[in-house]
């Protein structure tokens, strides 16, 4: 554990692959970790007996427009984006009562597999064009120091096992190390959308 680093104490999860899920979210309460969560992946862990605060309460907005605003909010990305030894951004935290988040678990809406199903519309592509889940995933790894960001279930049980090892800390080279593969991750699903969208509009992709 690198001296000085942040412990683990909150956690935004919003997936739409639930697999390992429940173990994983179920290895962060051990850990004493709050969980705040969306709609669908808060009931999932709501129903397997695991406290999760809705991001709607933490924002005091609803989830509007069939879900496609939930997440786009100052108290979600000022949870993100804050940096810690930055007086003057923690400063702002506390005076709009916004908590800082360590951990950000996102999968993104499956574009390419909904694309590559027999008759799907366009409409059927659009809408799973994911927005806030990038979003999320591009503020937290920006602040990779003090934020673990899980974009997969293979990397839950390392994570799990690093958090237990170092009593819950942040270890700032495996947190670099998410965050390169998120932006691997976010170029690569950006270019299928945009493949997806030229073929479309018969434009060169």
């Known amino acids: 554990m690198a001296t000085g680093s942040v412990q683990v104490k909150r956690a935004l999860i919003s997936t739409s692959d639930r697999g390992g899920l429940i173990e994983f979210a179920g290895g962060l309460r051990d850990l004493g970790v709050e969980l705040v969560s969306t709609g669908g992946t808060g009931g999932a862990m709501r129903d397997a007996g695991l406290p999760v605060t809705d991001v709607a309460d933490v924002t005091g ?8 605003v939930k997440t ?29 988040f360590e951990l950000v678990c996102v999968n993104l809406y499956p574009f390419e597999a909904a694309i590559s199903k027999q008759g799907c519309t366009l409409a059927e592509a659009v809408e799973n064009i994911d927005i806030g889940g990038p ?4 503020s937290a790894a920006k602040n990779h120091r003090s934020i673990y960001v899980v974009s997969s279930p293979a990397q839950y049980p390392e994570t799990i096992e690093r958090l237990r090892a170092d009593d819950g800390h942040i270890d700032p080279t495996y947190g670099m190390r998410l965050a390169v593969e998120i ?11 945009t493949a997806y969208l030229s073929a479309q509009a018969g434009l060169p992709s």
């Open 61 to 68: 907005f609803p989830e509007i427009m069939d879900g496609r």
């Open 183 to 193: 932006y691997r991750l976010t170029s690569r699903y950006d270019a299928a959308i």
């Open 135 to 138: 979003a999320m995933l591009r």
């Open 72 to 100: 786009l909010h100052p108290k979600i990305h000022g949870g993100l984006l804050g940096v810690r030894n930055n007086e003057a951004h923690m400063s702002t935290l506390e005076q709009h009562d916004i908590l800082p």
